[in-house]
C-alpha cells in the first residue's frame, strides 16, 4: 500500500510540474507576438488559475485546478490537472478496468487544449493521466487539428511522437496512431476530428516506472512539438474567410467533445468540475 502511494503521490506532483512548465511555455509565446496582434494588446496574457473540489463525502473527494487564459496568440488555452477519488457509478463501473468487482478509484492528470486566434495555427490537444482501481495504468496523448492541414506540421508532430514512442517500444507509435485515428473520428460527419497524433489507454507494460517516464516523455514531447509549430505560424497574415473556416472547424471540435469524447464522460460521470470539463470547449464556433 505504501508503494502504491508514493507513486500517486509522485504522479501528482509530476502533473503540477507539467502543468507550470507548459504555462511558462505557452507565456513565452504570449510575450513574442508580432504586431499582428497588437489588436488585442489590451488583454492581460496570463493564466487566470482557480481551485475547485468536489463534494466531499465519505467515499467521495478530491479536487483540482483551473489555468485558464484568453490572450493575444491564444484566444482560449487551458491548462488543468485534478486528483479525484470515489466509487463509480453501477452503470460506469463495468466499463472501467479492475472496477467490476470493486468500484472505487484514484485519478489523477493532466489536460491541455488549445485554441489559438490565427486560423493558420492549429488547434491542439494533450492528455496524461494516472488511474487506480484494483489495477492501474495510464493513459493519454496528443493530437493536432488545423483549420488549413500543413504537411511539414503535421509530419513535425508525428515524427516528435514516434520518436519518444521508439525510446520505449517501437510497436507504440503504430498502435497509438491508429487508436489515435480511431478514436477522433466524428462517424456522423464521416471525419476526422484533424490530422491525429497519439492516443494510449490501459497502459501497464509490468514496469511502472518505465511506463511513468514515457507518460511524462509524452507531455514533454508535446510541449515541444505544438511551441514550434505556433511558432511558425502565428504571425502569418490571416482574412476574414480564414476565420469563418476556423469557426466551422471549431464546431466539429465542440460536436466530437460533446458527443463522443471519453474523457468529457468520464469527468462528468464522477462528479467533476463542469467548468473544468468543458474548458475543452472553443470561445466561438458556428454551423452551416
Known sequence: MENLENKKNIAQKWFKELRD?????????????????????????????????RANTQHDGGGGTIS??????????????STVFGEFSDEFKESIPGAEQ???????????????????????????????????????????TPIFPIDRDTEDFHLAF???C??????????????????????HRNEMRGVGGIFFDS???GDWNNDFTYTQDVGKTFLDVYSRIIRRNMNKQWAIKDQEAQSIKRG?????????????????????????????????????
Not at 29 to 42: F, T
Not at 70 to 79: N, P, R
Request: proline share 5%; glycine share 8%.
Open 68 to 81: 485558464l487564459m484568453q490572450g493575444k496568440v491564444f484566444e482560449k488555452v487551458g491548462v488543468n490537472i
Open 166 to 187: 521508439d525510446k520505449y517500444n517501437t510497436d507504440y507509435y503504430p498502435q497509438y496512431k491508429e487508436w489515435c485515428d480511431k478514436y477522433f473520428f466524428l462517424p
Open 21 to 53: 512548465s507548459i504555462c511558462d511555455g505557452f507565456l513565452s509565446i504570449e510575450n513574442d507576438a508580432s504586431d499582428n496582434y497588437q489588436h488585442w494588446d489590451n488583454l492581460n496574457s496570463t493564466f487566470e488559475r482557480k481551485d475547485w473540489k
Open 102 to 144: 470493486d468500484p472505487r478509484f484514484w485519478a489523477s492528470g493532466i489536460s491541455v487544449v488549445a485554441h489559438p486566434r490565427s486560423p493558420f495555427v492549429p488547434i491542439s490537444h494533450m492528455n496524461t493521466l494516472l488511474i487506480v482501481t484494483t489495477k492501474q495504468w495510464f493513459g493519454g496523448g496528443g493530437d493536432l
Open 162 to 164: 514516434k520518436s519518444t
Open 252 to 288: 466539429r471540435y465542440v460536436e466530437f467533445n460533446l458527443i463522443h469524447d471519453r474523457g468529457t464522460k468520464f469527468g462528468l460521470m464522477t462528479g467533476g468540475n463542469t467548468e473544468a470539463i468543458l474548458m475543452s470547449l472553443p470561445p466561438s464556433a458556428s454551423w452551416k
Open 203 to 205: 497502459l501497464n507494460s
